[in-house]
């Protein structure tokens, strides 16, 4: 079975850097299309950015556009989030999400993924 770990979350600074790294194990990584999304407080889930199975793909929120970086390392089994010029509005949970169906283009829809990691906590202090 598929299993996604999520990493790389903690406390920052507003204006920090971040990249939160999430790894598969079982499937075949190489046709997995990726994604994140995040839930803050109060909030529902929503997307952050996604990737088609051979990167061909990137599709990112409104918000994410020009600040987060979707990138998959095949040889390790990884996707990453890099997060620029951190906001206090960043603050969440973030999970990583797969789907072993490869397609042409990035999901954006949680609903079209099977597989969720448990999730990594950011927290942004101004």
């Given at each position: 079975?598929?299993q996604?770990v999520?990493?790389g979350g903690g406390?920052?600074?507003?204006g920090?850097s971040?990249?939160?790294s999430?790894?598969?194990s079982?499937?075949?990584?190489?046709?997995?299309?990726m994604?994140w999304f995040?839930?803050a407080p109060?909030?529902?889930?929503e997307f952050?950015?996604?990737?088609?199975?051979n990167?061909?793909s990137k599709r990112?929120?409104?918000?994410?556009e020009?600040?987060?970086?979707?990138?998959?390392?095949?040889?390790?089994?990884?996707?990453?989030l890099?997060?620029?010029?951190?906001?206090?509005?960043?603050t969440?949970v973030?999970?990583?999400?797969?789907s072993e169906?490869?397609?042409?283009?990035?999901?954006?829809?949680?609903?079209?993924?099977?597989h969720?990691?448990?999730?990594?906590?950011?927290?942004?202090?101004?």
């Amino acid at each position: 079975q598929v299993q996604l770990v999520e990493s790389g979350g903690g406390l920052v600074q507003a204006g920090d850097s971040l990249r939160l790294s999430c790894t598969a194990s079982g499937g075949t990584f190489d046709k997995y299309n990726m994604g994140w999304f995040r839930q803050a407080p109060g909030k529902e889930r929503e997307f952050v950015a996604a990737l088609n199975w051979n990167g061909g793909s990137k599709r990112y929120a409104d918000f994410a556009e020009g600040r987060f970086a979707i990138s998959k390392d095949k040889g390790k089994s990884a996707v990453y989030l890099q997060i620029n010029t951190t906001k206090p509005e960043d603050t969440a949970v973030y999970f990583c999400a797969g789907s072993e169906i490869p397609l042409p283009v990035a999901v954006t829809r949680a609903s079209g993924y099977d597989h969720w990691g448990q999730g990594t906590q950011v927290t942004v202090s101004s």
